[in-house]
């Protein structure tokens, strides 16, 4: 394992030649640039221009640009916590940088790691390192092939039970974003 820091993160985006896939699996974190959105949310407010989130659109949408597959798994509990019900509302912005986000309920989701990755090309995975609260601590990465090979069957796994984006968000399961 090798700790990122600064840049380095990125530089896997701004590497990768095929893919990067996103695991998630808490129910809430605590990121700095996110909370003021967040808080603004629950009063009822929505964001307007999406300034704070542009250097993260810009990043996934010169990777898909270059035809890097960018998606993710978020896996939830129902009903949706507070800040799962934020993020649907955000998702189109994800969406339109070209990110395949799909959801499985937690309750169909079976055993899962204990933390959230980013898996590279298959051959290489970013543990995002968070404390007790949810707050990014860092990034641990490795091209292990034993645990490239078990991110892999976990994102093969949650991928043929997760819901596209649009159908979680406003189909058979009712789930809004109010």
Known sequence: MRLLQGQAFWDLFRQAERSAF???????????DE????????????DDDYAWF?????LI?????????VSRVR??????????????SITPENASAGEDIRYVTRHLAGELPRDDWWLYDDSTVAFNVVDAKGSGVGVAATDDPHIVAYCRSVRE???????????????????RTK
């Open 22 to 32: 996103h695991l998630e699996t808490r129910d809430a974190y605590d990121v700095d």
């Open 54 to 58: 542009q250097p993260w659109l810009n």
């Open 157 to 175: 796994r949650l991928w043929e039970v997760a819901t596209p984006y649009a159908e979680f968000a406003y189909g058979a399961e009712g789930i």
């Open 35 to 46: 909370n003021p959105q967040l808080a603004r949310f629950l009063e009822g407010h929505r």
């Open 75 to 88: 896996v939830v509990t129902v009903p949706l916590p507070d800040y799962h019900r934020w993020l649907l």
């Open 61 to 69: 949408r010169d990777a898909t640009n270059r035809g890097v597959a």
